[in-house]
Every structure is written in C-alpha cells, then in structure tokens.
C-alpha cells in the first residue's frame, strides 16, 4: 500500500468497467436496496408507459418530445447515480488486488499424507491452494502461510505483521497458545501446523473483501441518514399524490410528466444516489492514509477521534531487545569475556543474539568465521532458552539463568 | 389605528414577563422544592393515598405512557356515555337533547385530545352538567396530560443515563393542583367581575328594542373559559367562542384572555431552562419560536388593519380594517393578534371568525398550525419542537461529520425513524384527508348522504378549498378552531376529524417521549470542544431553517392552491 497506489480519478480502464456495471446495476433486485433511485427508476419506468401511450395517440398528456426528453433526463440520473458507485467500487478493487498479490505468493510446504514417493512427503504449494484440514510444515524464517493450530512442536513466532506486538511469542501444541495466524513469520523451531480456516476467510482475505465493497456492512450513521432520506421520499410522495385531487377541485389539469418530475426534483435524489459511493470512498480513502479500517463504523469513528494513545511498543521503539553494553563480572578480562560472548551466539538467529554480534563488531571485534567441522553449535531453542557453542574442548552457554542452572 | 398596536405590544410583552418566573415556578414544582404552594401537600397526599398512588415509584418511558393511555381512555367511555345520554341526567335546564353518536364521538375525542373543535354549538348541544362535568373536566386532563408528558421529558435529561421519567400520576395530579388549578381560578374571577355569566339557571328572556322576546343562554361560563384558555383547550361555552360577548366581556378581558392563552406554553419553555440548568437552551429555543411569532403578527395585524382590498375597491373606508367576522368592542388589531396567538399555542379559541380573516392572514395561520411547534399545546409544544430539535442535530451532524448528540446523548436510527414517523403522520393526515374531501367534493357532489357534500362549503373556490384544509390541519394541530363557512356537524366531517384528532394527539406524544426515553438509557457522553453546542444561536438558526424547509416542502401546494390563490385573485 504505498503511495503509488494513489491514482488519477479517471483512468480509462476503471471509467470501462463501470460503464459497463451502471447498465448491470440497473436490474431492480439491486436497485431496491436504494429506495430513494428506485422511485426514481420506478419514475422512468411509468414514464416509459406514458410515451409509448403518446405515441399510439393519446393528446391530454403533452407532446411526445417533451415527454421522450422526460424519460431522458431520468434514465440518464439513475445511469449517472449507478456509475458514481461502480467507479467508486472499482477504484476500492484496484486497492484489494494490491493486497491480494501480498497473500498470494507465500510458499507452503504441505505435508501428503501419501505422496507421490513415500508417505508424508513434503512438496512446496502454493498458499492458496491450501484447504481447511491440510498440514503443513514451518521451519526457522518461514512465513506462516495460513491460519491454523499447532499439531505437532514448538516454536517462537514474530507476530508483528497482525498484532504489532514485535517481541516474539511462544505457540505450542495443545494448550490454548496453538493457534497461528496467516502471515507470521517463524523465528525458531519447526512445527506442524493444520489449517483451520477456509481459503477465502483468513484475516487478510475480510480485509481484501472489506476493501472492496463487497461485504461492507453499512455504517450507523448511513443507515440513519437512509432512513432520514427514505421519510423524505415519502412525504414527497404524499405530496405529488395528493396533488392530484386539489387540481381537480381548483380545475387545473396537470400531465404525468409534470408530477414525475415534481416529484424527482423534490426528493433528496443527489444524496440518494451518491450515498453508497461516498460509504466506499471513505474506507478507500483512510486506505491510502495507511490506516485500514475493519468496518465501515470505525471510519466514521475516525472522524471523531481528536485524541490518540498509542502503545509504544514496536512504535517509538524498536521492540527486540538489544544488547547495549557487556557487563564483565570480573572473573575473566573484559575482552575475553565478549569474545565467549560472541562465539556463543554465532548459532543464535533471534533478534537478540544477533544484537549481541552487532555491538561487539561495533566495538571493533571481528566476527570469527568458524569452520562447523571444528565445533558443534548449539542452537537457540525455545525449550532449552539457551544457546552455546562447544568448541576445542571449551563449553560455551548463554541463556536465561534458570535455563543454564540446569 | 395606534391604540390597537399599542394594545397588542402589551399585551406580549405582559406574557413574557409573566412566564419567565412563572417558569421558574413550575421547574420548582416538579423539581421538589419548597414553594409557597406547599399548603396543598396535605391534599395531595389525601389524594394519593385515596388512589393507591405511590409518588416516589419511578416509571420507565413504556409504563408513563401506558399509564397516560389507559386513563385517556377510560375518560374517552366516560365522557361518550354522558353525552349520549345527556337528555336524561339532571342540571338541564334547557331542556337540551342528547348528542348524535358521530357528534358525541368527535366531541369527546376533541376534548380528550386537548382539540375542542366543536362541532356542536355549546347553547343547544350540550347541557350544564356536561358542560361542567366532561368537557370542563377534559379540559383540565388533556392539559395536565400534555404537561405531565413533558415533564417526562425533562426528567430524561434530568440525569446522565436514567430509566425513571418519574411517576405520571403524582406529576398529572401535581399540574392540576399546583398550576391549572390556582391560575384558572385567578382568571375566573377576573373574567366573572367583568360580565361573564356564572349563574345555573336556565335561559333567560329579555325584550329586545324591537319589542320582541328573546331568549339568551346562560350558564356557568367563568369557570370553563378560565381552564379554556390556561390550558390551550380553546373550546367555549358557546358557540361564538370568545367573540360572544358573554364568553370575553370587553378589552380587559380579551387581554386577559390573551395572556392566558400562550402563558404556560411560554412559562415551560423558561422551565425547561431552569431544570434542567441549561438557560442558554430555552434562551435559544425561545427565541426561534418568537422570531416565527412576530412575523406571522405582523403579516396579520398589518392584513387585517390594512382592510379587505374588495371593499376598498367599492370606495368605502376602513378606518378599523377588515371588520367582517369582527367584534367591534375588540377591533381587528386584536382579533389579528389573538388569531395567531391560539394557532400558535394549538388553543382554538376564537374572539373573531376566522373564516372572514383575510386571505393571507388565513394562510398564515394554517402554517402557524401546520408547524405546531411554535409554543404549542400546553407541553406538547415543546415536544412537537422537540422532534424538529432531533432532525436538525442529526443534519447538522452529519454535515459535519460529527455523530449527531443531543445533551450528551448519541442519536441513532431508531431515534431518527421515529422522528420521521411523527413528522410524516402530520403531512399524511393533513393532505390525505384534504384529498379526500376535495374528491368527494369534486366527483361525488350529489352523493346520497344525511348531508350532500355540495352542501358542506358555503364559500366556492379557492375559499373553499380553504375551509376544507384549515378544518383538516385544525384536528392535526389539536387546534379546534375553524373556517365556520364549513358545514362540519355531518358524518363524513365528525368521524373523519376525529381520526385525524386522536392520532395527531396520541402519536407525537408517544414518539417524543420514547425518543427521550431512549436517548436517556444511553452512555453519557460529556462535553468537549468538538461536541455541536444546540444552545447556540447557529443551532438556533439552524432549527430555523428546518422548520422552514419540512414544513413548506410538505404544505406549499395546498397552501397554494387555497389561500395563495384566493390572495392574489383579490388583489386590487
């Protein structure tokens, strides 16, 4: 979602396409959902009758041109009000394919419960070919393809793509920290994971479908405001109806046409027809603040928000935690001390070990390449929480205090 | 010319300066302060305990108007009965018969619903005993109905989130004894020392100057025409309302009259300010409902003094204006002012007919009904206003963006479908039932009823349509005053009137009072610096401009083809 995405209104391909849907739009089923353009197409309609009426030779309604200019000028409202949604819908797509292309290329390694070769063979799918009950396989700085529950293992997951929360958490099998989310990414350990969510239902996938317009539910104040525009339609009605029999009493003769249009031009017809594009248009344009919005209500809540709290957590800082300074306990010298250091964290991918690496080169140590037939590294696991090097007889360890205890 | 003005700006500036602390008074009252009324607590408490009545039990908005319902009704049988069967019971001095069942079934829902559109004449059509015992008896119930209702109101706004309108029957019998009760005994004697008839004999017969014997009804008037006007009931003794000289004896009492007329309309517009501690809101309030005010005054004082154009064109001078329909002793300053004072306050009492008002001066105060905002009924005025308050916050809001609230409380859909419902029963009942008649009219002139409707408009034309329309919007405002040019004592009329009456009474108080409730069951949302104030003069100006647009919106085409049409046909 970067700035790129911001573009002209009208861009020949999108004014195509809604061209085309404002003509698809004008099936009653969906117009309904409108009340205010469906009296207004209900309008052309009967007007429509009028004309053909004219036309076999009826004369107390007025010429046939003006009431052919009539239906025009309707059909060409409710045509405008449909294409005002469909270009609005269509500039929401652009957004929601952008996002799409952000799910779609995750690799997958399912699991076959009977392969090709062998049972249990792991073969790379695609992500969106995974379905609900699948197993697939995450190791050390794979992205979590989809959402799903622990089976099998353990590992330290960096959920900051959904949460925001930067420090790594722990998921397990059984228990109730199993589940995972799409998009996460694995920083230790391997596990096993079964899908538990249908392909188009992950958390990116309400997102996409969100921003597109297609499940958007209305928002409180749209609906107030429909029910404020509906109430108005039907006074107007109750005007233009009753119109009818005082020009009878006072003797005046008033055609079709004349109360149709009446009628059109009182009602809210501008609101009426751009309401649900302008609905569209607001989540589209929180979009391209980087601010995605998970309903409708919460952009207009955002109108009304003047103070915000942030948790500062991943925001202001950097959220890992980063080894600053080495403190020696005086045993050893300081600079042998940092050298066990480093050598006990070559082998530890977390944000921390590596920190550690960093501020020793930025001391001016040298990161010594070990060759891995002269030691054994011990890897940074979530069981043990502890990482180390065994080296030319030297046994190196680092990690939490209870953990080394052991 | 001078004096009659004169007249009129007293008049007014004596009502506001009388409501302001008379407010102050009845926000005491229903607030629980200690007032210099307090000897009638002994009373009330009599009162109480005889009924059953637990003042202290709150009730949540569905049980008030359940309540308030329930004891309509019982009186609409009550009331039904007595007419029918007037002809039987005792204080009948004159011998009057009973009512029709269509002429007791709009009269009693007239009365109930706080209208007192007569369709019946008070000298022939009713007796003593229910002259006193319903129709002034409904007269103080429907006022107390409409007073207690807003008071609910007010106690909803009482407390950040509440479910407790308070009790209806202790605020319904509080009104009557505390309010009604003191100021229409006030104004009876004023009226009863200056000619008003309070006697319980029959008629009486004097010999006319030309010799001949007539007989004039009597009766104990004083005491009806006090609650008539205290409680914007608007229905008289008689059948000339207060153009009879027995009902409104000479200018002192038309000024009284006057004054009682938009008293308490006014006064709860300043009590809604001290309740709920919010001046600057009936401040902003009242100022909207006098703007309209003042210029409907204008527009009638100045039509009807300048006179009617038709006799002008004859060659004749009207020094006093347009004096047909007049009384002489009062002049047509003050029949102009007192016309758009009771369509104001949805009185309907009449010190001239209005059927001879001038075009224009007509129409004004048919818009002055169709609005029914502008002080209004005794409570409901201001709970008719109030909707208008709801549907201008929601427009303002969403113009900028905000959630619409009012006082701290969040206005959702269901509020505003409500308030849409209210403001649509009004168009509907008004311009259906005005279609309806002028169909009939029309296309079924010579129908084989009791009363042919080629008979029910004396005026042809464009004053016809007038008369049709004024009778229709009369029953939706609760107004009760009429074209008298139509002839309304016939079935299609009474029941017809009658529908329009009970559901123009019943369903916008219904509404405001849920919306009220609603709002006060929600989160409190207190003030900060992006709230939309509603105590401004940019609300005030706002409100303005709602009413203006929903009401010409949904009444300019009748109104054009009545009142407009008849003025510029009769242009000089």
Not at chain 1, 323 to 350: P, R
Not at chain 2, 337 to 345: A, C, D, F, G, K
Request: include cysteine; charged fraction near 15%.
């Amino acid at each position: 979602m970067s700035k790129e995405n911001s573009n002209k209104l009208l861009q020949p391909e999108l004014i195509r396409e809604a061209f085309k849907q404002s003509f698809i739009k004008l099936s009653p089923r969906y117009m309904v959902r409108n009340p205010v353009m469906f009296t207004v197409e209900i309008g052309t309609a009967v007007m429509l009758g009028v004309c053909l009426w004219v036309a076999a030779g009826e004369t107390s309604q007025g010429s046939l041109a003006y009431n052919i200019a009539i239906t025009a000028i309707l059909f060409i409202t409710v045509l405008f009000a449909n294409f005002a949604e469909a270009i609005a819908e269509a500039r929401g797509k652009a957004q929601a394919d952008s996002l799409r292309k952000t799910r779609q290329d995750t690799p997958a390694k399912k699991i076959f419960p009977v392969g090709e070769m062998f049972t249990n063979e792991i073969k790379i799918v695609s992500s969106a070919e995974l379905k609900k009950g699948d197993v697939f396989l995450c190791e050390t700085g794979d992205i979590i393809p989809m959402d799903g529950e622990i089976i099998e293992g353990i590992a330290t997951i960096d959920e900051s793509a959904i949460t925001g929360e930067s420090a790594p958490v722990i998921r397990e099998s059984g228990g109730d920290k199993s589940s995972v989310t799409g998009g996460t990414k694995v920083l230790s350990d391997r596990i096993k994971v079964r899908v538990t969510t249908e392909p188009g239902e992950s958390f990116l996938d309400k997102m996409i479908a969100l921003v597109e317009g297609a499940s958007r539910q209305k928002t409180p104040n749209e609906i107030a405001l429909t029910i404020l525009l509906a109430s108005f339609t039907l006074i107007f009605i109750i005007v233009c109806v009753t119109l009818k029999p005082f020009a009878d009493y006072a003797q005046t003769s008033i055609n079709i046409a004349s109360y149709i249009s009446l009628f059109v031009c009182l009602i809210p017809t501008t609101i009426g027809g751009l309401l649900s594009a302008i609905g569209i248009a607001g989540m589209d344009r929180a979009l391209r603040a980087n601010v995605i919005t998970k309903s409708g209500k919460a952009v207009e809540t955002a109108g009304d928000i003047d103070t915000l709290l942030l948790d500062k957590t991943g925001t202001i800082t950097i959220g890992n935690r980063k080894a600053t300074k080495f403190w020696a306990d005086g045993i050893q010298s300081e600079k042998e001390f940092i050298e066990a250091c480093v050598l006990a964290s070559l082998a530890d991918e977390t944000p921390e070990g590596k920190s550690i690496i960093e501020l020793a080169v930025q001391n001016g140590f040298v990161k010594p390449n070990i060759d891995k037939s002269e030691a054994h590294f011990v890897e940074f696991t979530a069981e043990t929480r502890s990482s180390g090097i065994d080296m030319h007889n030297m046994h190196i360890r680092k990690g939490a205090f209870d953990a080394i205890k052991k | 010319m001078n004096t009659e003005l004169i007249g009129v700006i007293v008049t007014f500036l004596i009502t506001i300066l009388l409501a302001i602390p008379l407010g102050k008074y009845i926000a005491k009252v229903f607030a629980g302060e200690r007032t210099f009324m307090d000897f009638l607590n002994p009373l009330e408490r009599f009162i109480f305990r005889i009924s059953g009545i637990d003042p202290n039990k709150g009730m949540h908005w569905k049980e008030f108007l359940k309540a308030m319902l329930t004891i309509n009704l019982l009186w609409f049988v009550y009331g039904f009965l007595m007419l029918i069967y007037q002809g039987h019971l005792p204080l009948n001095p004159d011998d009057n018969p009973g009512q029709t069942p269509d002429l007791a079934f709009n009269s009693i829902i007239s009365f109930v619903t706080n209208t007192n559109l007569q369709d019946y004449s008070g000298e022939t059509g009713a007796t003593y005993l229910t002259q006193l015992f319903v129709f002034t008896f409904l007269q103080f119930t429907s006022a107390a109905t409409g007073i207690a209702c807003l008071i609910a109101l007010f106690n909803a706004f009482k407390e950040k989130t509440t479910n407790n309108l308070g009790n209806f029957w202790s605020i319904f019998i509080k009104s009557i004894t505390r309010l009604l009760l003191p100021l229409s005994i006030v104004v009876a004697i004023i009226l009863a020392f200056n000619g008003t008839p309070t006697s319980f004999k029959g008629k009486d017969t004097i010999i006319t100057l030309q010799g001949d014997t007539q007989q004039v009804s009597r009766g104990p008037a004083a005491a009806m025409i006090a609650i008539k006007q205290m409680g914007t009931n608007g229905g008289g003794y008689f059948g000339a309302n207060s153009a009879v000289p027995f009902e409104n004896p000479n200018y002192l009492t038309n000024i009284v009259e006057a004054i009682s007329i938009a008293l308490i309309p006014i006064a709860l517009i300043f009590s809604l300010g001290f309740y709920l501690k919010k001046k600057k809101l009936s401040y902003v309030i009242f100022g909207v409902m006098t703007f309209f005010f003042i210029l409907f005054c204008i527009n009638n004082i100045y039509f009807e003094t300048k006179g009617n154009p038709e006799i002008t064109r004859m060659g004749i001078a009207q020094t006093t204006g347009a004096m047909e329909g007049k009384e002489v002793r009062l002049g047509s300053a003050a029949t102009a002012y007192w016309s758009v004072v009771t369509t104001s306050t949805s009185n309907g009492s009449v010190n001239g007919m209005h059927d001879s008002l001038m075009p224009l001066s007509g129409g004004v105060v048919m818009i002055d009904m169709m609005i029914n905002a502008l002080y209004g009924g005794v409570g409901v005025g201001l709970l008719n206003y109030f909707i208008f308050i709801i549907i201008a916050v929601f427009i303002s809001g969403l113009m900028v963006g905000r959630t619409p609230e009012f006082l701290g409380h969040k206005v959702e859909a269901r509020e505003v479908k409500i308030a849409a419902i209210v403001t649509l029963l009004s168009a509907f009942l008004i311009k259906a039932g005005t279609a309806l008649a002028a169909y009939i009219v029309v296309h079924h002139t010579n129908a084989d009823w009791a009363e042919k409707p080629s008979a029910w408009l004396n005026n042809p034309g464009y004053h016809g349509f007038s008369e049709m329309l004024y009778q229709y919007t009369s029953c939706n405002a609760n107004n009760g005053s009429g074209f008298e040019g139509l002839g309304d004592n016939s079935i299609w009329w009474n029941v017809s009137g009658g529908i329009v009456m009970l559901l123009a009474r019943f369903i916008p108080i219904i509404g405001p009072v849920a919306i009220a409730g609603l709002l006060a069951n929600k989160k409190y949302i207190p003030e900060s610096a992006g709230t939309l104030r509603t105590d401004s003069a940019t609300f005030g100006v706002m409100t303005i401009a709602v009413i203006v647009i929903v009401t010409a919106l949904s009444y300019f085409p009748p109104l054009t083809l009545g009142p407009i049409a008849e003025y510029f046909s009769m242009r000089p």
